[in-house]
């Protein structure tokens, strides 16, 4: 069950009231820009403004009377406007104002997600500057790999960051766009240049070609930009749990859980339901994609799956940035656990500097891997550091005096160019020196 949480203002965006207030917006515009270009009587759109009413018990009244929401919703404001309400809807069809509406909603919307970007954005900086030479294990395939750093571990959820960001821009740009060119696209009741005009007030372009409505792909591409920052939170939360885990105590939760049962518990709750959730969005894409396919100039099996999902994934992907930074902004770091791991590694995580050196010093590359694996299994073996099996090693020392092999498993060495990576996801403003 998802914790105590306020959705608001994404919450807000989504009410019924909220979508007839954007369907009156849309019709009002475009009353205004058929006034303007002399198409009907002037003082329309100021008259139904100030008489209009959203009455939504009246409206739902009337649609389920006559099964179609949008002509409910024209009839309920007609009875309140009264002569002038002939006008509403003057050249238009029903996607025109629905279409419109909803890339005015999704536009807003997606501000509402920027807005929770920034906040995420700016915890993971000060992580990854803070912690930029915090030695750790690197992990991969689970198992020992060379020392990392966790700021440069933080520092790939940054970039990664970056690139959702710019995906939502992108998505919010190529969703800002209405249509009113009536029931096929081909503006044969309502002008182009009183859509340029609406659209123009409402803050958004025309579709350069449209049917009965805006092509699905824009929408596709919405719900991917969400499911792309759904999965990074994932993988965010993902590393927590693994460096969480009892047998590696590396980070923490600011607030783990307890178990009933089990008194000792320090469970990663928050981060698990995360993992969850982002399940859940993913799972929005495929529909979501065969909706951009229709019939003909437009059918209806694509309203019934956005009037759930795009929704579904605007609130959990909002729960989800918000959470997830506080997770970042919260979590517990254990440096000293950090390093105590590199050190009882038995210096395995070095092995490549030795099969490097070893390859410097003339030896075939083949006998140099087959050798330097041989030894690390007999330090495991052992529970021996590695750089001492090595040092004493006649095959090795045929090649390396002992001093330079014990230089190889220097920490330091191995970390030394982890700045690079920083200076390159901040090539303007980046100060070196600067602990975030």
Known sequence: MLERY??????????????????????????????????????????????????????????????????????ALEEEVGEEGRWLHYGLTSSDVKDTALALLLR?????????????????????????GTPLLGRTHGQW???????????????????????????????????????????AYFPPEAEERALGRLGLKPCEAA??????????????????????????ALEVRHLSRAEVKEVEEGRPEGSSAMPHKRNPILSERLCGLARVVRAAVEPILE?????????????????????????????????GAKLVEELRIYPTRMRERVEEALGLPFSEGLLLALVQA???????????????????KRGKPLW????????????????????????????????????????SGYNPSDNG
């Open 145 to 187: 790999a060379e020392p990392t750093t966790f700021g440069h571990k933080v520092l790939v959820w940054y970039a990664e960051l970056l690139r959702v960001e710019e995906r939502l821009n992108r998505a919010k740009e190529g969703i800002s766009v209405g249509k009113l060119s009536g029931a096929v696209g081909t503006h």
């Open 108 to 132: 807003d919307a997606l501000g509402v997600i920027q807005r929770k970007v920034g906040r995420l954005k700016a915890a993971l900086r000060v992580l990854a500057l803070s912690h930029k």
């Open 388 to 427: 001492e099996i090595a040092s004493q090693d006649p095959r090795i020392l045929k090649h390396l005096p002992a001093e330079e092999v014990r230089s190889l498993f220097d920490l330091e060495r191995v970390l030394r160019n982890v700045e690079a990576s920083f200076a390159r996801v901040f090539p």
């Open 362 to 380: 003339g030896m075939g590359r083949r006998e140099a891997h087959l050798l330097v694996a041989e030894l690390s299994q007999e330090a495991e």
């Open 6 to 75: 306020s959705l608001s203002p994404m919450k807000e965006l989504w009410t019924l009231e909220a979508q007839y207030e954007r369907w009156l917006v849309v019709e009002l515009a475009a009353l205004s820009a058929l006034e303007e270009l002399g198409l009907i009587p002037q003082g329309v759109s100021i008259a139904i403004k100030s008489k209009a009413r959203i009455d939504v018990k009246r409206i739902q009244e009337l649609e389920r009377e006559i099964g179609h929401d949008l002509i409910a919703f024209l009839w």
């Open 291 to 323: 909706s951009a396919v229709l019939w003909h100039e437009r059918d209806m099996s694509h309203s019934s799956v956005e009037r759930i999902l795009l929704p579904q994934c605007f609130l959990v992907v909002d729960y989800m940035l918000d959470r």
């Open 211 to 236: 049917s009965q409505v805006i092509p699905r792909d824009r929408h596709a591409e919405v719900v991917f930009a969400l499911a792309s920052a759904a999965s990074l939170v994932e993988k965010i």
